[in-house]
């Protein structure tokens, strides 16, 4: 099994920057993609980003191309996702999840964190 914990969330004006992170414990994180998920209220959740299992490959919805970056360092453990010029819409609770495989869809991910809120205002 893999644990997943993330931080970083916060209140931030539109325009601004945040950074999340996803702090992975268990079974080797380097055997797992990782993706980004966010859930707005009252809506579906939604994918963000994910990235392959060495890094070298990466893959983004398109309402976050070129704002948003996904990274990881699997001898710390650890993923992030750079969140810049973010716009109220981004307001959601997000997720970091593993699966064997970069995918998009929410049900192919076996492990989630709890989620950590981003409130972006005008």
């Known amino acids: 099994q893999v644990q997943l914990v993330e931080s970083g969330g916060g209140l931030v004006q539109a325009g601004g920057s945040l950074r999340l992170s996803c702090a992975a414990s268990?079974?080797?994180?380097?055997?797992?993609?990782m993706g980004w998920f966010r859930q707005a209220p009252g809506k579906e959740r939604e994918f963000v980003a994910v990235?392959?299992?060495?890094?070298?490959?990466?893959y983004y919805t398109d309402s976050v191309k070129g704002r948003f970056t996904i990274s990881r360092d699997n001898a710390k453990e650890a993923g992030w996702l750079q969140m810049n010029s973010l716009k109220p819409e981004d307001t959601a609770v997000y997720y970091c999840?593993?699966?064997?495989?970069?995918?998009?869809?929410?049900?192919?991910?076996?492990?989630w964190g709890q989620g950590t809120q981003v409130t972006v205002s005008l």
């Open positions: 268990g079974r080797a994180f380097s055997l797992y993609a």
């Open positions: 999840a593993t699966a064997p495989w970069p995918r998009t869809v929410a049900n192919e991910y076996d492990y």
């Open positions: 990235i392959s299992r060495s890094g070298g490959s990466t």
